[in-house]
């Protein structure tokens, strides 16, 4: 999929689409690292355990919000094992995300278009794939 080409749609209107976002693959260990930004985490060093929020990432360090405090644990020599919590940070798949606001409670059905590369890198025809889903007039938290 060609991040930039994606396109949300409601079929029939009904359906305003606030926001959407492309989250690439986690192929490398730096990508799952950056997506367990905002996660609690536990990073084993060899004094001990550091445990908090996982706030930032480099190719150097890790950021850890200890009870208010940020802690920086080296990850060449200072951090031995890392674990996240957080269902999304070793997605291996490519995700699209979407924000919308129905004007009224009730199925509605949205379809989303976008480009896809074949093997070789070139664009093929656009496609797109249709979900229908059902909204309620209460917000979700």
Known sequence: MVPWSLRLAADGGGIDVLSQRFVRAAVTLDDVLARGVGQRAVVT????????VLRAVDRH??????????????????????????????ATTA?????????????????????????????RTPRSSTTTAASSSAPRR
Request: charged residues 25%; without cysteine.
């Open 45 to 52: 060093t060899s004094t001990g355990e550091v445990r908090g």
């Open 95 to 123: 995700t699209a995300f979407a924000t919308v606001k129905a004007q009224a409670p009730g199925r509605h059905t949205l379809t989303a278009s976008y480009l896809v590369d074949d093997l070789r890198g070139r664009r």
């Open 61 to 90: 360090a890790l950021a850890i919000d200890v009870d208010g405090a940020l802690v920086v644990v080296r990850r060449d020599d200072q951090a031995q094992a890392v674990r996240i919590d957080g269902a999304a940070v070793g």
